[in-house]
Nanobody, 122 residues
């Protein structure tokens, strides 16, 4: 499966963004989907993930209550609704897919998009 992330941008602290990730070349509803992020000089970290069957979700503690992951299997797309953004949310956001239930480690995902930049100004 190929993944294309888009919809990042520049926003002021307290604002909102909704990056999207479009999938092609695979059976989208067979994949658990995740969002990760990487800030300059830091390792890539887990943000959120959504399962393929029951749409159950999991979030990192740093975004819980502010971010919401969702998927539209008819459109082969996964979304990350981000609200109450903080400067520390600034990073390149990557979507990822794995065949099976979601996990929170980067090594557990076999397909990656190219990333979309999110910048939050103070």
């Amino acid at each position: 499966v190929q993944l294309q992330a888009y919809g990042g941008g520049l926003v002021q602290a307290g604002g909102s963004l909704r990056p999207s990730c479009a999938a092609s070349g695979g059976t989208f509803n067979s994949y658990g989907m995740g969002w990760f992020r990487q800030a300059p000089g830091k390792e890539r970290e887990f943000v959120a993930a959504i399962n393929r069957r029951d749409d159950s979700t999991h979030y990192s503690d740093s975004v819980k209550g502010r971010f919401t992951i969702s998927r539209d299997n008819a459109k082969n797309t996964v979304y990350l609704q981000m609200t109450s953004l903080k400067p520390e949310d600034t990073a390149v956001y990557y979507c990822a897919a794995r065949y099976g239930v979601i996990v929170t480690t980067t090594s557990g995902y076999f397909h990656w998009g190219q990333g979309t930049q999110v910048t939050v100004s103070s």
